[in-house]
Every structure is written in structure tokens, then in C-alpha cells.
Nanobody
Framework: QVQLVESGGGLVQAGGSLRLSCTAS????????MGWFRQAPGKEREFVAAIRWSGGSTVYADSVKGRFTISRDNAKNTVYLQMNSLKPEDTAVYYC???????????????WGQGTQVTVSS
């Protein structure tokens, strides 16, 4: 089992930045890929970004490409999502997830955090 805890969410004005963190505990010896997803009110959960265990490969949703950066520090069992140039449409609950493969498909991830709220005001 792997437990994931997100932090770093909050309220920010449009154009601002936030950095989300997701720290893993439990069975962290396995080489999990990590993903970030988000869910806005009344909408389905959507993929944001993902990174391989090695950190050498990343993938992003088109809507965040060039604005968001995913990274990880395996020594700290932590993955980050740096979010710049935030827009009101980025408002959502952000979830991190762990799985064996770096993919945009949420069903491929085995473990999920509880989520952290990000609100971007216009």
C-alpha cells in the first residue's frame, strides 16, 4: 500500500503561481510513476501531468503545457507540480496518483491522494 498526501493548494489571483506537493509513504520502494489529475465542480476528472519514476520523461495535458511543470525528488518520496500563469479555468481539486506506468489514463493508477483545492480568482 502507498499513501499519498497532497499539499500546497490555495487561493491565488489569475497570473499567479502555486506549487503543489505530493508525499508518498508506505510501500515507496516500488518504482511508481506519478500523475496529477484535477476535477472541477460539475466536471469529470481530467489528466494534468505525469512523470516516470526516473524523472527522465514527462507528459502534459495540452491545456497546461508551457505553464505547469511536474518534477520529483525520489529521496524525499515527493512529486511536485509547479503551476505558473494560472487561469480561473485551472480552479479544481488537484489529486496526485501513483501507478506502474506513466499514462494520462486515471484507471491505470493504483493509489490516490485526498486532493487539494486550487482556486484561481479573476
Amino acid at each position: 500500500q502507498v499513501q499519498l498526501v497532497e499539499s500546497g493548494g490555495g487561493l491565488v489571483q489569475a497570473g499567479g503561481s502555486l506549487r503543489l506537493s505530493c508525499t508518498a509513504s508506505g510501500r515507496t520502494s516500488s518504482r511508481y510513476a506519478m500523475g496529477w489529475f484535477r476535477q472541477a465542480p460539475g466536471k469529470e476528472r481530467e489528466f494534468v501531468a505525469a512523470i516516470r519514476w526516473s524523472g527522465g520523461s514527462t507528459v502534459y495535458a495540452d491545456s497546461v503545457k508551457g505553464r505547469f511543470t511536474i518534477s520529483r525528488d525520489n529521496a524525499k518520496n515527493t512529486v511536485y507540480l509547479q503551476m505558473n500563469s494560472l487561469k480561473p479555468e485551472d480552479t479544481a481539486v488537484y489529486y496526485c496518483a501513483a501507478g506502474l506506468y506513466m499514462t494520462s489514463h486515471d484507471f491505470s493508477y493504483d493509489y490516490w491522494g485526498q486532493g487539494t483545492q486550487v482556486t484561481v480568482s479573476s
